[in-house]
Nanobody, 129 residues
Framework: QVQLVESGGGSVQAGGSLRLSCAAS????????MGWFRQLPGKEREEVAR????????YYADSVKGRFTVSQDNAKNTLYLQMNSLKPEDTAVYYC??????????????????????WGQGTQVTVSS
């Protein structure tokens, strides 16, 4: 069973930066789709960014475009999220997800619901004004 472990969360002031990491315990797939999501208590988990390994294709939610950058290191089985110009509304628990996927499926709305995907336990990001 593959485990995903997030790290890098913490507390920063508005305008600051954080870099989240998501390390997979083992190789998952050469057709790998990975993503970052975030969630506030009592609210639905929302999309932040996704990346498809082959072709380095990416997707960003409008709320983070131009501020966040998703990347991955295939050799280390690790996903990253560089977060700059952080705002208080970015405060949430951030989760990573990963799974085998076609490019089309990777960027579909339903990918997040795929039962075979792996999920991390989350890391808290708190941005103060």
């Amino acid at each position: 069973q593959v485990q995903l472990v997030e790290s890098g969360g913490g507390s920063v002031q508005a305008g600051g930066s954080l870099r989240l990491s998501c390390a997979a315990s083992a190789y998952i797939s050469r057709n790998l789709c990975m993503g970052w999501f975030r969630q506030l208590p009592g609210k639905e988990r929302e999309e932040v960014a996704r990346i498809y390994a082959r072709g380095n294709l990416t997707y960003y939610a409008d709320s983070v475009k131009g501020r966040f950058t998703v990347s991955q290191d295939n050799a280390k089985n690790t996903l990253y999220l560089q977060m700059n110009s952080l705002k208080p509304e970015d405060t949430a628990v951030y989760y990573c997800a990963a799974g085998d996927s076609s490019p089309y499926e990777c960027f579909s709305v339903s990918w997040r619901l795929k039962p075979s995907n792996y999920w991390g336990q989350g890391t808290q990001v708190t941005v103060s004004s």
